[in-house]
């Protein structure tokens, strides 16, 4: 799967473990950032994840900072962003049959590489389930609609 991959400087070192994890596994990721330890805007790193899996670059996005949850609220002001601010595989899971996120943000200060790994493999390896859901992302998307 194609995957887009950022952080902040909280999140790096985590991001760097998961972008590890994931090529090792066959997928194809973009980095795009940020490559250091220095303090950066989560925000921007935000943008260009949610930017690339509207665009259809990429196919789901990953982001992380110091909670996970700056970076939920960028990305989903992209229009088309989905991103969930997931802490465990189970709710993973749910966020991909019911809501059909395209993005997860993960908490590098609270989360391990284990968790993380397994928080990623259930992200994108759910189907959304339609049906039911699919009227509700439906009305999710109207209201991106809205405001463009
Ligand atoms: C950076 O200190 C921190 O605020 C950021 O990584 C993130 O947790 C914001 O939501």
Same mark, same amino acid.
């Given at each position: ?38 303090? %950066? ?78 928080? %990623?493999? %259930? ?26």
């Amino acid at each position: 799967m194609r995957v887009s991959i950022g952080s902040d400087h909280a999140g790096f070192a985590l991001k760097e473990q998961v972008k590890r994890y994931l090529t090792d596994a066959g997928h194809d990721v973009t980095d795009v950032g940020t490559h250091a330890e220095e303090s %950066v805007d989560y925000p921007d790193f935000a943008r260009a994840v949610g930017e690339a899996v509207v665009s259809g670059a990429a196919e789901r996005g990953v982001l992380v900072c110091g909670s996970g949850l700056g970076m939920a609220i960028a990305a989903n002001k992209v229009p088309g962003v989905r991103a969930v601010q997931v802490m465990d595989a189970e709710m993973a899971e749910m966020a991909r049959r019911h809501n059909d996120a395209n993005v997860v943000t993960l908490a590098g200060r609270y989360i391990g590489p284990a968790r993380a790994e397994s928080i %990623v493999d %259930v992200f994108l390896g759910t189907e959304f389930e339609g049906g039911r859901h699919a009227r509700r992302v439906d009305k999710i998307t109207a209201l991106d609609e809205r405001v463009q």
